[in-house]
């Protein structure tokens, strides 16, 4: 199992500043992920955080707008740029182990809410 | 595109009944496919997974069944609690070409005392 931890848990932001999510893994995970789930809704795959190279983006999402960051194998950063009130959400740090022994299973931190303002 | 969905968003049972939540997906090269419950205000916590080669999985008082010929996927929950109220996702695994987890609606789970 993987415990992950994000911060901040909760913030609201002026339109037009970034702010960015911190996400800790307290062991090494071989993938990471991002989701964005706007209330009342289900999660959204923003893109795969690739240690040491270019997050891989889904479609709809663009490097520009939520920059990330992996540079080790226990740690992710998710910003998210020039924020407008569309923006507002919760955002989900995921991770999970694959290989020889490992279930497959998809953790998840309890996630950010940012509301912008 | 690629999609997991729901059949029905909201789900009221008396407390002691069973509850089935169920789940439609697209993409028959699946072959993991995972049950979350998500409580207000914190993230998804695994309740029960199945692999394609199963049709069905028993935990404890959660069931999975899976039926590869439809595409279909359902969470039974036996003798409903009021701490089962919470959303329910399913979420496939898409292992061609990539490896990400794609996320079904959500059913929004009520039991009434």
């Known amino acids: 199992s993987a415990v992950i931890s994000q911060k901040p848990s909760r913030d609201i932001c002026q339109r037009g500043t970034s702010l960015t999510i911190q996400c800790q893994v307290d062991?090494?995970?071989?993938?990471m992920f991002w989701y964005r789930q706007q209330p009342g809704q289900s999660l959204t795959l923003i893109a795969t955080?690739?240690?040491?190279?270019?997050?891989t983006y889904e479609s709809g999402f663009v490097i520009d707008k939520f920059p990330i960051s992996r540079p080790n194998l226990t740690f992710s950063t998710l910003t998210v740029s020039n924020m407008s009130p569309e923006d507002s959400s919760i955002y989900l740090c995921?991770?999970?182990?694959w290989g020889q022994g490992n279930t497959g299973e998809l953790f998840f931190g309890e996630g950010s809410r940012l509301t912008v303002l | 595109g690629e999609s997991v969905g729901l059949h029905l968003p909201t789900l009221s049972v008396q407390e002691g009944d069973n509850s089935i939540i169920n789940c439609a997906y697209s993409?028959?090269?699946?072959?993991?496919f995972i049950w979350y419950k998500q409580e207000s205000g914190k993230g998804p916590q695994f309740i029960i997974d199945?692999?394609?080669?199963?049709d069905k999985r028993q935990g404890q008082r959660v069931t999975v069944l899976l039926n590869k010929t439809v595409k279909h996927l359902s969470l039974q929950i036996a003798a409903t609690q009021p701490g089962d109220s919470a959303v329910y996702f399913c979420?496939?695994?898409?292992?061609?070409?990539?490896?990400?987890?794609?996320f079904g609606t959500g059913t929004r789970l009520k039991v009434l005392a």
């Open positions: 995921s991770a999970l182990n």
């Open positions: 993409n028959s090269a699946s072959d993991y």
């Open positions: 199945i692999r394609s080669n199963m």
């Open positions: 979420a496939e695994q898409i292992t061609s070409g990539t490896y990400k987890y794609i």
């Open positions: 062991s090494q995970v071989t993938m």
């Open positions: 955080a690739n240690q040491g190279s270019e997050a």
